[in-house]
Structure formats: C-alpha cells, structure tokens
C-alpha cells in the first residue's frame, strides 16, 4: 500500500486531487447495521420487505421482489449519476456533496446507483438495500452514513392493463407522443395513470403498515433527473408534514439503456433512520451507530411489528465552544470542509456545529464564519479539559488544513 492507495473492504484504489473521503468515513465502511440482528434499522427494514412480499406473490405464492442488501457501497461515477441521466454539471455530483475516492469512483449518494445494473441483469422487481454516503451538516437528523429502501416495478402492456375490464386498444406505448406534466413522451397517458395509481396505493399502504391506518398522507410533486412525474409522499407526524420518500415513473431512457424495451417502470426511494426515530422516538440519529447496551437492548425482540417507544437512556450534559475565523482569501472554503475536519477529530462526540454568525468586513472584504460546537457524548459526561483538548485541535487543523485565520 503506497501513500497514493487507499483501502477500502479490502480492496485498494487510487487517489488523486477528487479524494476527499476520510479517515472517520472509512471507519463506517462495512457495518451492515441494516442486516444486523435485532438493531432497530433491521427492524424496520425487515417490516418494508415484509410488505412488499406480501403484496406481490407470483402464480405459485412465491415473493415477486427480490431484495439485494450486499451490494458494496463503493460505486462508479457512471453508476451514481450517468446510468441515471444526472446532468454532468449537476450540483449533487460536487465534491462539497459526495464522498469521492477518486475523480471515478465514490461512495454511492442513493442505493439508485444500482438500479441500471439490476434491471440489466433481467430484474423486474427488486428492493435494494443498504448505506448511503453524503457529506451535510451535522445535528440530530443528519448523519454522514445512513441507509436507503430503493424499489423498482417493471410492467408489459398486459401487466398493466391486467385490471382493465375492457382493455382493447390501450397501449403502453405512445408514438408521437408530447411530455407534459403528467407523462413522458414515449408513454401512453392510461398507462402512465396506471402505474402512477399503483404506486402511490402501494407506498401509502406502505405508510399505514408502519405508522398505523390512520395516518395522515400528502404527496407533493418533485423534480428527480432519473424519474417523470415525480412525487414526494409526506406523512403528518409530531404536528408537522415530514417527507419520507421520493418516487416516480422512470425515466424511459434508462430503461432503453438497459435493453429493456416492452416495460415501462415505478421507482422509489427511503430513508431508514428517518423512519425509525419517527417509529421508535428516537431523539438522535447518533445512537444508530452507538455500540451502547442501554440503546439496543430495548430493540432485542424477535417479531419486527412489535411496538417499542425508545427511553433515553440518561442524557448527559451538553458542552458548546464557539470557534471564528477568517475564511481564506485566495482559496476556496465551504462549511462541509469545516464539518468533516470536525468530524474528523472529534468523532460521535460532535452533536452539532452551526454557522452562528457570517460577516463580511466592509473595508477589507474579508469575511468571518463564527461555528458553534456543541459536545456531547452519548454514554457519559465530557470534562471541560476533554472538550478543550479536542476544540483547540479543531482550531489548529483547520488553520493548517483550511488555510483560515482563527481569530
Ligand atoms: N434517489 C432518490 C434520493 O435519494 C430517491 C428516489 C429513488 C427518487 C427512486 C425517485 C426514484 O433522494
């Protein structure tokens, strides 16, 4: 292993100036907590697949859904962004954004990235499941490793127009077809209603199995460069409207790309942890990847419905620091570069950093980013001197390393 390898589960690849994934991330590789027995990911993950093998059974009552959860979250730019039509100059294949291994390879950004291989591979209907990277702030519901559900369902023209009572003369397929709001070029309207009908029944059946028959449901229209139309579904929960998935009929190209060319396809994509610390209470997406007894005894059960609310297990006092610096003059800065240097260092025990004051001085345009750091450990209480020690680090690299001038 030269200084210009990294490893990564066991194999190595080279670096050049797009590496930006660290130490701390690398750590995360390979932890599989959403096949981890009894960890509540697991849980909630097993109650997705559950219903969906429940809802779809093939003429001898076998699941139609395959479900892949081993796929290696180390993927190709090709098949994070390109296989899904994701424009080159898109703002999510920045490298403010990804975890990059090299200007090729990167952590997969969305359990998509294996959607083309899949479909590829002759798949009709599959979950796919695992952890996902992204560089973010950080605070109680972001995380820079959590894990994603993606599903897709293709369907011919009998498949879809299987319910219809009279279904003479509809077709999949449209020849001089027009995009509009409602429906690709390619696709007839009736086919697209069909599958739009089907996806929705099923991912709001999806949302009464977990959170209960009554609850409240909305869907809003999204924007996804690999699905048209898309959708948002949002679920009323703790008084506010929270979203919990993305979806959409998928975009024909990628489908023709694949060599399939009699089906068209619903795709969607979740979020687990969001999930879960709605189901379960959980106050803090840390205590996913906590190790700690006390959080996961109370998810030792065997049946995956059963219904636990999460004590808290004693919480221990926060510590804030604040730390302000000149951003560099002649280089490049974003706050994600801060929030891993952070990370870096301080690990688990960074709670949250905000950007509490941002100032550009008016006689000599240099401007001051003010972070708040608040500490706290998820098993016991922090020593002022421990909080110190690993703030004046904080403010030391990221001199060194961010070229900013602490003040
Ligand atoms: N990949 C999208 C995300 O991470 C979710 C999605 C999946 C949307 C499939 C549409 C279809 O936000």
Sequence with gaps: ????????????????????????????????????????????????????????????????????????????VHQNFDSLLIPGDHPSRSKTDCYYVNRDTLLRAHMTAHQSELIS??????????????????DATHYPVFHQVDAVR???????????????????????????????????????????????????????????????????DQYFPFTHPSWELEVFYNNQWLEVLGCGIMRQEILKNCGVNDRMGWAFGLGLERLAMCLYKIPDIRLFSSSDSGFLNQFKFDDPNTPVTYKPISVY??????????????????????????????GDIIEQISLIDNFTHPKTNKTSHCYRIVYRHMERTLTQKEVTEIHSEISRNAAKLLNVTVR
């Design 1 to 76: 292993k030269t200084p210009n390898d990294v490893e990564l589960l066991g194999e190595k690849y080279v670096t050049d100036e797009w590496t930006n994934v660290t130490p701390k991330i690398i750590e995360k590789l390979g932890r599989t907590l959403h096949t981890t027995k009894y960890h509540p990911l697991s849980h909630v993950r097993q109650r997705i697949v559950n219903y969906f093998y429940g809802n779809y059974r093939n003429k001898c009552g076998n699941p139609l859904f395959s479900v892949f959860d081993n796929q290696k979250p180390v993927v190709s």
């Design 121 to 138: 591979m002759g798949l009709n209907n599959f979950l796919v499941i695992g952890d996902v990277y992204r560089r973010d702030e950080i």
């Design 154 to 220: 293709l369907c011919n023209n009998d498949e879809i127009f299987d319910s219809v009572n009279d279904p003479e003369g509809l077709e999949l397929f449209e020849n001089r077809g027009k995009e509009s709001k409602e429906k690709q070029a390619v696709h007839s309207l009736e086919a697209t209603k069909i599958m739009e009908h089907q996806l929705k029944r099923d991912l709001v059946g999806l949302a009464q199995v977990l959170f209960g028959k009554d609850v409240k449901c909305r869907w809003v």
């Design 317 to 346: 006092p926060q510590c804030a620091n604040d730390l302000s610096f000149w951003l560099p003059e002649n280089s490049e800065f974003s706050p994600n570069d801060f929030y891993d240097l952070a990370r870096d260092i301080g």
